[in-house]
């Protein structure tokens, strides 16, 4: 194992006392009685340094998150090392990993860093107030357009002083930013999902098929997927999960299917139906009562698909990610049923 760090890579001295020489600030070295009250009295920092080294697999990663130059970082987690007498990362090319003992040290460590850093939003809720902060969530195009317009706009208008970031991420973009404590949560439907992340669903949608208007399946009765069989189908690209789902329910019905476009956004998807090039399987989440297709249940083959709130095993949620939250579940319980999609958002046959 080829530890992360070597005693020349730091510049300068460990640690010490400042003085000026020809102008500039330079470090005095401590003795060793100095040096250990120093670093324990900066030892939140060595924390924060090392977690967000290890969030990040990077010590040049970690330094721009926290304003820092690279060998200040570089500087806090050795002296972290140094102490402990410990390694907490090895190099793996380009990248740092933790160590086992990096592991023990992280899991214990990040609780603690991420309640110092969310200190004040907590403070704030404890003393009846959302005054400042920032909130920060990871979603897909689709839940961006459709789930969190009305709950984003009621969340500003009551608490102007909460800074919101949107990330748009795709699904695995979404886990690496939580992993890595990017964001503060996730808003998405998850089908599978790994033990060290926690999926709440919140709002429930069916999945339909959509044709333009006069499309001979429009005039059915009841769908089949023998019926759809013969026409091509627009669905999303093959890495995303809705083209995975219609896979596996043809499959298990052993019924082929052909695609003939693939393309991103529902938004898109809606607009190639309603021109006549074919027809697609869709959540009812995109469907807005504006549309210009037809819907057509298919709940004998798909099950309703929830959409809700990912977040990591662990994490600390600040007062404002809470309320957020629970907002989320307000607005799902005013919703009818909530929101079955092939009903009530969607131009009837």
Same mark, same amino acid.
């Given at each position: 194992?080829?530890? =992360?760090?070597?005693? +020349?890579?730091?510049? !300068?001295?460990?640690?010490?006392?400042?003085?000026?020489?020809? !102008?500039?600030? *330079?470090?005095?070295?401590?003795?060793?009685?100095?040096?250990?009250? @120093? @670093?324990?009295?900066?030892?939140?920092?060595?924390?924060?340094?090392?977690?967000?080294?290890?969030?990040?697999?990077?010590?040049?990663?970690?330094?721009?998150?926290?304003?820092?130059?690279?060998?200040?970082?570089?500087?806090?987690?050795?002296?972290?090392?140094?102490?402990?007498?410990?390694?907490?990362?090895?190099?793996?090319? &380009?990248?740092?990993?933790?160590?086992?003992?990096?592991?023990?040290?992280?899991?214990?460590?990040?609780?603690?860093?991420?309640?110092? +850093?969310?200190?004040?939003?907590? #403070?704030?809720?404890?003393?009846?107030?959302?005054?400042?902060?920032?909130?920060?969530?990871?979603?897909?195009?689709?839940?961006?357009?459709?789930?969190?317009?009305?709950?984003?706009?009621?969340?500003?208008?009551? @608490? &102007?002083?909460?800074?919101?970031?949107?990330?748009?991420?795709?699904?695995?973009?979404?886990?690496?930013?939580?992993?890595? /404590?990017?964001?503060?949560?996730?808003?998405?439907?998850?089908?599978?999902?790994?033990?060290? *992340?926690? @999926?709440?669903?919140?709002?429930?949608? +069916?999945?339909?098929?959509?044709? &333009?208007?006069?499309?001979?399946?429009?005039?059915?009765?009841?769908?089949?997927?023998? /019926?759809?069989?013969? #026409?091509?189908?627009?669905?999303?690209?093959?890495?995303?999960?809705?083209?995975?789902?219609?896979?596996?329910?043809?499959?298990?019905?052993?019924?082929?299917?052909?695609?003939?476009?693939?393309?991103?956004?529902?938004?898109?998807?809606?607009?190639?139906?309603?021109?006549?090039?074919?027809?697609?399987?869709?959540?009812?989440?995109?469907?807005?009562?504006?549309?210009?297709?037809?819907?057509?249940?298919?709940?004998?083959?798909?099950?309703?698909?929830?959409?809700?709130?990912?977040?990591?095993?662990?994490? #600390?949620?600040?007062?404002?990610?809470?309320?957020?939250?629970?907002?989320?579940?307000? +607005? =799902?319980?005013?919703?009818? =049923?909530?929101?079955?999609?092939?009903?009530?958002?969607?131009?009837?046959?």
């Amino acid at each position: 194992m080829q530890p =992360a760090f070597r005693h +020349d890579e730091f510049v !300068g001295p460990s640690c010490g006392d400042a003085v000026r020489l020809k !102008g500039r600030e *330079i470090l005095r070295p401590m003795d060793s009685t100095k040096k250990r009250f @120093y @670093y324990k009295q900066n030892r939140l920092k060595q924390l924060r340094a090392f977690c967000y080294a290890a969030q990040e697999s990077s010590i040049s990663k970690a330094a721009k998150r926290m304003f820092l130059s690279q060998p200040s970082v570089s500087l806090q987690v050795r002296a972290l090392e140094d102490e402990m007498a410990i390694t907490l990362f090895e190099r793996r090319g &380009p990248r740092i990993e933790l160590t086992p003992d990096g592991r023990v040290l992280y899991e214990l460590a990040s609780p603690l860093v991420e309640a110092i +850093d969310n200190l004040p939003a907590v #403070f704030a809720e404890r003393s009846g107030t959302l005054d400042s902060g920032e909130l920060r969530i990871a979603a897909g195009e689709s839940t961006i357009l459709y789930i969190l317009p009305r709950i984003t706009r009621l969340f500003a208008e009551r @608490y &102007p002083g909460i800074k919101l970031r949107l990330h748009n991420v795709t699904g695995r973009d979404g886990l690496a930013q939580l992993r890595a /404590d990017q964001v503060d949560f996730a808003v998405g439907s998850m089908l599978d999902f790994p033990d060290d *992340i926690a @999926y709440q669903p919140i709002f429930s949608f +069916d999945t339909v098929l959509i044709t &333009p208007p006069g499309h001979p399946l429009a005039e059915l009765e009841r769908v089949t997927l023998k /019926d759809i069989s013969p #026409f091509g189908l627009i669905l999303p690209p093959r890495h995303l999960s809705t083209w995975g789902v219609v896979d596996v329910v043809f499959q298990q019905h052993d019924v082929p299917y052909e695609v003939s476009l693939e393309v991103g956004g529902w938004e898109v998807i809606k607009r190639y139906v309603a021109l006549g090039m074919g027809v697609s399987i869709v959540s009812g989440l995109c469907l807005t009562g504006d549309d210009k297709v037809i819907s057509v249940p298919l709940e004998k083959y798909f099950p309703r698909r929830t959409y809700g709130v990912v977040t990591r095993r662990g994490r #600390f949620l600040s007062p404002a990610a809470r309320r957020f939250i629970e907002m989320m579940h307000e +607005d =799902a319980e005013a919703a009818v =049923a909530p929101v079955p999609g092939a009903t009530t958002a969607c131009t009837d046959r």
